[in-house]
């Protein structure tokens, strides 16, 4: 493949790797926003049940730790897509600039001092 070819298979790679990247997150994003609006209905349908300022206290603890978490579970969600997307680009870009097999010359092998008597 010349090198024309490559670049041009590399920019197809690239954005089709990029619109899937992007269509993960925003695939993210969504199921986040849906957990978010259902946390917040959950707890507020249970403010009711709070009938002093302890279980009030309790209730904003555990709807703080509820939303923490699931705010880190979707940053860590985010930081895979990015890493997998980052290391599919640089497999990506490697595969342009390195030599195709075909391509590359067969390295010589080192013959040993009987193989080389035996040959002359």
Do not use: C, H
């Amino acid at each position: 493949m010349n090198p024309v070819e490559k670049q041009m298979q590399l920019g197809r790679s690239l954005f089709e790797l990029n619109a899937a990247t992007f269509k993960r997150l925003v695939e993210l994003d969504a199921d986040s926003f849906r957990t978010f609006v259902d946390t917040n209905r959950a707890f507020m349908e249970r403010v009711p049940e709070a009938k002093d300022v302890a279980a009030f206290a309790a209730l904003q603890r555990e709807y703080g730790e509820s939303m923490w978490e699931g705010a880190k579970s979707a940053w860590q969600a985010r930081g895979e897509i990015f890493r997998d997307s980052t290391t599919e680009a640089g497999e990506l870009f490697r595969g342009a600039f390195s030599p195709d097999a075909e391509e590359a010359a067969p390295e010589a092998k080192p013959q040993s001092k009987s193989r080389a008597k035996a040959a002359a």
